[in-house]
């Protein structure tokens, strides 16, 4: 509930100094006060009730000092109903994320079937796109093959040769054998991107381009180290960015830096250069962490 008067906090510091409050009938110890400091919500627990006009908080306020700042007040109860929620949501979250990261690693660039697991809990087990790609590369186009596609196997005229054919002489067998005689392989094209055939394209710079449904999908994944202002957010690049617009970007923390988790802020799929996050647990200094982005 909103509180009466206002309060100042000072950097690295307990209390926290009211104006007009009415700490000791408003309060509760045990019980959260609720603040925004440059549009960031800050949450705090109370943990001893001084007078009207003074608290003092269970952590010191990681901040720049700040007075004339209107806040609201969460009983007991309440609080610790709402951070047992938080904390469940959280955790669903972040499985969330580490599924999106493990399944997009495996259908990027696992061989043969993956399984991938999807957030109700349940599996589905299905071929690579690298899978896909190399099984693909090695079938013949029908249309490559002439009318010899619509023909019968056989051993007579007007149909395709079996392996027992009498009519194939001079061929090397699947074992064994010699060759003799020079051979010239200058026409052949080992340079060939067997991706583009499922339309899939390397760009460079950890990104894919994938043309589904007359669309240029992009997908661009990587690893940043990012640099926290003191209220614990920072704007990411794009290693690549998206030509018209952001359909989609997913990040986690990549290793233990400090921060506990992170939320991406301010998205708007116009934004197709970089996507701002808020750190929760870290307020300044390096961070790393792992994001995949989807746009065209």
Known sequence: MA??????????SLTVTGSGTKFTTEA???????????????????????????IALTANYQGTNVSGQSFSL??????????AELGARTAQAIRGLNYDKANWQQILTGSGNVTVNVPDGSQYTGPSWLSLANSLASKAN?????NSATKDVGTAANTVAAGNDSRITGAMPKTGGTFTGAAN?????????????VGITDLGNSALSVQTGGRAYRIVFSTSVITLNSSGEATVGYDKTFPTAL???VAIPADNTGGTSLAIINFSTSRTTSFDVHVFGQSSGGFRLNYIAIGY
Not at 6 to 12: D, F, P, R, V
Not at 74 to 83: G, L, M, V
Not at 142 to 146: E, I, K, M, P, R
């Open 28 to 54: 509760q110890v045990g019980g959260a006060l609720v603040t925004y400091i440059g549009n960031v919500p800050y949450t705090f627990v109370v943990g001893a009730i001084n007078s009207d006009t003074s």
């Open 74 to 83: 969460i009983d007991r109860s309440a609080y610790t109903a709402i951070t």
């Open 185 to 197: 392989f200058s026409t052949l094209d080992l340079s060939k991107n067997f991706l583009q055939n």
């Open 142 to 146: 029908s249309a490559d093959l002439g």
């Open 3 to 12: 509180a009466t008067g206002t309060i100042a906090l000072n950097a690295n």
């Open 247 to 249: 359909v989609s970007v």
